[in-house]
């Protein structure tokens, strides 16, 4: 199938980008590896596409000192290529999203404002604290990443907001982290996958479930028991995603508990 007949501008600035979305039915693209799909297969019909790709601003890295600062349209072949110190595993997780060619054109802001409960960057950035900025004709909101999604493809965006940049704390000397998910056929996207971060000086255990029906879910129990003992019993990763996906079939949910071991294991 081929896309409904839509407008298209590419605005300069944010300012711009705003002004343009202030119109009926107008939606913003960037890397369009999500909306691309969806235009074609006609689940989107938007009346005006607002391609903010090429808006400077919105593709900067910047070193705030204790964290990074990453322009909404950064793609993830950016951060693949490019690993930032004290945040060396955004690069680890680039490298395993999707396949290269989609890394090379698909965003870290796009995928957080299309919220697919599969995706790496919802739930890798949940894990580390993040917070996202996004912006409106009201100024800018900074939103914690865990709270950013509210369900399967829907966030706290409003329809005349973007997505600035995302802001990722840099980890401590002794940090500790592991990311595993998996997938029957690598590209694709996960059936269970876990991101731990535990990093001892700030005080930090966070441990988040992904690939459910639903945005990433932390797994407190879980989280304090690797940090106190350096493990987790398999009874107590149990009892959390039994608590998280409680709709869940047994098969299901042993899988995804699997994906919280190796988690741990690679921490």
Not at 13 to 37: F, M, N, T
Not at 49 to 67: A, F, N, R, T, Y
Not at 96 to 101: E, F, L, P, S, W
Request: hydrophobic share 45%; with cysteine.
């Amino acid at each position: 199938m081929k896309a409904a007949a839509f407008d298209y501008v590419r605005p300069r600035d944010v300012g711009e980008a705003l002004e343009a979305l202030r119109a009926a039915d107008a939606k913003p693209i960037a890397g369009g590896q999500s909306l691309g799909p969806m235009l074609n297969l006609r689940l989107a019909r938007p009346k005006l596409l607002v391609d903010v790709s090429k808006i400077e601003s919105l593709k900067q890295i910047k070193d705030e000192g204790d964290g990074w600062r990453i322009g909404a349209s950064v793609t993830h072949a950016e951060l693949e290529d490019r690993p930032l110190a004290g945040c060396q595993l955004l690069s680890k997780v680039a490298r395993v999203v999707a396949y290269r060619a989609v890394r090379n054109r698909g965003t870290v802001g796009g995928s957080l404002a299309h919220a697919d409960p599969a995706a790496d960057w919802p739930l890798v950035l949940a894990a580390l604290d993040a917070t996202v900025r996004v912006i409106g004709p009201s100024g800018t909101r900074d939103l914690k990443a865990d709270t950013f999604m509210t369900a399967a493809f829907t966030t706290q965006l409003r329809d005349d907001e973007i997505v600035e940049s995302i802001r990722v704390p840099k980890l401590g000397p002794s940090a500790r982290w592991g990311y595993y998910k998996f997938c029957r056929k690598t590209g694709e996207f996960p059936e269970a996958a876990a991101a731990l971060l535990l990093d001892p000086p700030r005080r930090i255990a966070r441990l988040f479930a992904g690939a459910l029906d639903r945005p990433p879910q932390p797994l407190e129990a879980v989280a304090r028991s690797v940090a106190e003992q350096g493990s987790a019993s398999a009874e107590t990763i149990g009892a959390a995603m039994a608590r998280v996906a409680p709709g869940m079939g047994p098969a299901a949910r042993k899988l995804r508990a699997t994906a919280v071991q190796r988690a741990i294991a690679q921490s």
